[in-house]
């Protein structure tokens, strides 16, 4: 398996976290259930042949993904092709900074896969063209780097509350409340709804529940032995039964079957 990691440099570093390029990934499985992490990304498919999403409980295919898609924010799990035999390119924007990006505010794209150009703009399909012709992974990274320096520079803009209400919620979720912010900002809770949805793609509770069930995702990596009781007060949860809802509700499964059928990546659980 050949990959590249890369942060890009300022201004981009301050909207996008990371390029990620893969490819000869060729796991036993072929599909994955992908679980919402509170991420949206850009993706570069670098192959000629479509990806599949796949209805949770059929398996059956319900889209088709080809050249370039993003990928909206997420309350609820994705099953999507396991990465074998793939090769992409993601771009994986910092939590509530792809607004800058789009053309379409990003509640419209909650939930959704939508082919790149409806979303940005034509010129994403040339830019894959171009990747498809530089010859190493570092250079297709660099390439694209510059271009999106390119096209969307003068919309490069941050929203400062947006920026102060994802940081508390992501530092400090199992304290932070929807309230203090609200109390901080001097904003009405309205308007605070209003600019996360538009900037973030759900409503401030929805994503501190969404940061909360990450925090037990990663918490459960790391407690030995699980006690499920401390996992749920420690990430914020009301009680340990709201918690066993929510993790339903977030990945299909209860949190001891996640347990029993998480795979070797943090949020991908290996289905088929």
Request: proline share 6%; hydrophobic share 35%; glycine share 4%.
């Amino acid at each position: 398996m050949i990959t590249h990691f890369h942060i890009p440099s300022y201004p981009l570093n301050q909207f996008i976290d990371n390029f990620f390029y893969y490819s000869g990934f060729n796991p036993e499985h072929s599909i994955d259930r992908f679980l919402p992490d509170g991420e949206v990304q850009l993706l570069f498919d670098l192959t000629d042949y479509p990806k599949y999403i796949y209805d949770n409980n059929t398996l059956k295919e319900i889209q088709s993904c080809k050249k370039v898609w993003f990928s909206g924010f997420r309350t609820e799990p994705i099953t999507i092709p396991s990465g074998k035999e793939s090769e992409m390119l993601i771009v994986q924007f910092k939590k509530g900074r792809a607004f800058p990006f789009l053309s379409e505010p990003m509640y419209q794209l909650t939930n959704f896969v939508v082919d790149a150009e409806l979303v940005l703009s034509n010129d994403i399909l040339d830019i894959r063209e171009s990747l498809l012709a530089a010859k190493t992974p570092i250079e297709k990274i660099k390439l694209l780097e510059s271009k999106l320096l390119k096209y969307h520079l003068n919309s490069l803009q941050e929203n400062p509350f947006v920026d102060f209400a994802v940081n508390g919620i992501v530092s400090s979720p199992q304290q932070c409340t929807i309230k203090e912010i609200v109390n901080k900002t001097g904003y009405s809770q309205k308007h605070i709804i209003q600019l996360f949805k538009k900037h973030v793609g759900v409503t401030p509770k929805e994503f501190l529940k969404i940061i909360r069930f990450q925090k037990a995702i990663q918490q459960i990596e790391t407690q030995t032995p699980l006690n499920w009781s401390n996992v749920a007060y420690d990430c914020g949860f009301y009680d340990q039964s709201h918690f066993i809802s929510d993790f339903k509700s977030f990945s299909g499964f209860t949190p001891n079957d996640y347990v029993n059928q998480r795979g070797e990546f943090l949020n991908y659980i290996p289905i088929a």
